[in-house]
């Protein structure tokens, strides 16, 4: 697999984890937000989909191929990563909220609340953000292999 493949891969990681903590940062922006833009009732909490992006090729034959310096079968990539299929709204109920006095509240006084639960974006903030950073990790690696393997030419 080429460096450059590599870089694809790592680069798909770091695009995803970072749309994933873009959509958390909503999600906690939204977590008291009684009305959207449509009328529709409360902000409903939105979830990220991945999909592994895996080439033609699977793992087992490109580490055959690289332990036996073989090329790649023609019209086959092996070149993976991540890619973003979808971004979900979180079908869970809307808690209720006693406040008579909010604009929102049903004649009995409650108002439907957003289903952000802080304690489930924040576990899911701290995970996306070590998924980055294992990519930027990822990525510093790839650059030291290749400026070492620039400096065996000199």
Same mark, same amino acid.
């Given at each position: 697999? +080429?460096? #450059? ?7 798909? +990681? #770091?695009?995803? /984890? ?20 449509? %009328?529709? %009732? ?7 989909? =991945?999909?592994? !992006?895996?080439?033609?090729? %699977? =793992? ?8 036996? @310096? ?11 990563? $991540?890619? &973003?299929?979808?971004? #979900? ?9 006693? *406040?008579?006095?909010?604009? *929102?509240?049903?004649?009995? +006084? ?8 802080? &304690?489930? !974006? ?7 953000? /070590?998924?980055?950073?294992?990519? $930027?990790?990822? =990525? ?8 070492? @393997? #620039?400096?065996? @030419?000199?």
């Amino acid at each position: 697999m +080429g460096f #450059l493949s590599t870089m694809n891969i790592v680069g798909s +990681g #770091l695009t995803a /984890q970072q749309l994933r903590l873009d959509i958390i940062a909503e999600n906690v922006t939204n977590s008291t937000t009684t009305r959207v833009e449509n %009328g529709e %009732g409360p902000y409903r909490r939105k979830v990220v989909v =991945f999909e592994a !992006e895996t080439g033609k090729d %699977g =793992f087992r034959a490109a580490m055959a191929r690289a332990a036996y @310096g073989l090329a790649p079968a023609s019209g086959k990539t092996t070149a993976g990563g $991540v890619r &973003v299929t979808n971004i #979900l709204e979180d079908p869970s109920d809307l808690p209720l909220v006693y *406040d008579p006095t909010h604009p *929102d509240a049903n004649e009995e +006084g409650y108002v439907e609340m957003p289903n952000v639960d802080m &304690v489930k !974006e924040m576990t899911d903030a701290m995970a996306a953000a /070590q998924a980055y950073a294992s990519n $930027v990790t990822a =990525f510093n690696t790839l650059k030291t292999v290749i400026a070492q @393997g #620039l400096e065996i @030419g000199k």
